[in-house]
């Protein structure tokens, strides 16, 4: 089995595994801002969010990464041409299907050095886009707690 689930088998799988995912650090090589998306969907909803995904089984961490940056950024990325930052928990009370059930992440957190301008961003999992630099997402109230948490690890602010 690969590849995406049906809704009742991903359902029962936040309900009783954790996922694991690779979440995005972009940086903007001219300005040193850092791409936060709107977050349009459970879980974090509402806030602004770094870009990233779930890795998919039987999907090596290359492809995955490859996948992913694709998908959140329009642009495909190497995982060897990233910096790794850490391996990060992330609990929710809720999951993309609602508040009945609470979703486990363990996320492997990158950071990606480009040139903001030749991206190609999506509208599907975040409504609007904004560059910050990690002083302002860290002080910011509509950041979610765990997106700063990769700036507080990744700018040695802990």
């Not at 650090?25 to 770094?50: E, M, Q, T």
């Not at 030749?118 to 979610?144: C, F, G, M």
Request: hydrophobic share 40%; proline share 3%; net charge negative.
């Amino acid at each position: 089995m690969s590849g995406w689930l049906d809704e009742q088998v991903f359902s029962q799988g936040i309900a009783t595994l954790p996922l694991v995912s690779i979440d995005l650090l972009v940086k903007d090589a001219s300005s040193g801002g850092y791409l936060l998306g709107w977050r349009r969907n459970r879980p974090a909803a509402n806030h602004w969010f770094v870009p990233g995904g779930r890795i998919q089984k039987n999907e090596r961490l290359d492809d995955a990464f490859f996948r992913i940056s694709g998908t959140e950024l329009g642009l495909v990325f190497s995982r060897e041409k990233a910096n790794w930052v850490g391996v990060f928990q992330h609990f929710y009370d809720d999951c993309v299907f609602g508040e009945d059930v609470s979703t486990h992440y363990v996320v492997l957190a990158y950071e990606i050095v480009m040139d903001k301008d030749k991206l190609n961003l999506p509208v599907v999992q975040h409504s609007d886009y904004t560059w910050r630099s990690a002083d302002e997402i860290l002080s910011s109230p509509d950041v979610h707690q765990y997106s700063k948490d990769y700036f507080y690890t990744a700018c040695g602010k802990a």
